[in-house]
């Protein structure tokens, strides 16, 4: 049975390394027979949450603020798998994906009870060194915190320039989850 993939890529470069592994994943998971659908974080007006508790009022525009966020809800509220695709900014995710994540809280104050809607998930990530700690302790979170299931995380260390990430096994570890997602 194939899934509906969403990926939320919060890297602002659209020939760099974090986009090599996510065209890898989605090549792989378009075999299976999946449906992917990318946002391009950078390229989006996403303001940050600002922590008013006034979302959930209206499922077609969970969020009191009106951004590029509308684009991202109906799919995300359909998608059945959650791609989280950054560059390591200071040992964390990049702003850009920040921002859309913490958004997404809206959806969950649709429900009464602020359930999140249960997804699966895979962490993507790309960085000049390869310090993800951070990074992972977050993501590792989500399957208590939001009720999240982890599939897998692609982590690609030392690759600074776009191209870099050339030959690296990682990218094949991408295509090859992906692939594994029916």
Avoid at 23 to 49: D, P, R, W
Avoid at 57 to 70: F, G, I, T, V, Y
Avoid at 77 to 83: E, F, K, N, Y
Avoid at 131 to 160: A, M, P, Q, R
């Amino acid at each position: 049975m194939s899934k509906r993939i969403v990926i939320l890529n919060g890297s602002p470069r659209r020939n760099g390394n974090t986009f090599a592994l996510t065209s890898q994943f989605i090549k792989g998971a378009l075999e299976a027979g999946n449906t992917v659908t990318e946002f391009q974080l950078s390229k989006m007006n996403i303001n940050g949450c600002i922590g008013c508790w006034q979302g959930g009022k209206d499922p077609e525009h969970p969020c009191a603020q009106r951004d590029s966020m509308d684009q991202i809800y109906p799919e995300y509220r359909d998608a059945d798998v959650v791609v989280l695709a950054s560059p390591l900014y200071y040992w964390f995710v990049s702003g850009f994906l920040k921002n859309a994540f913490d958004r997404l809280f809206a959806i969950a104050e649709c429900d009464p009870n602020y359930r999140n809607p249960k997804k699966q998930s895979v962490l993507i990530m790309a960085a000049e060194g390869a310090g993800f700690e951070e990074s992972e302790h977050w993501y590792d979170h989500l399957e208590n915190h939001i009720g999240w299931e982890s599939l897998g995380k692609i982590l690609c260390g030392h690759v600074t320039q776009p191209g870099d990430i050339e030959g690296k096994d990682e990218l094949k570890e991408a295509y090859e989850l992906g692939r594994s997602i029916k």
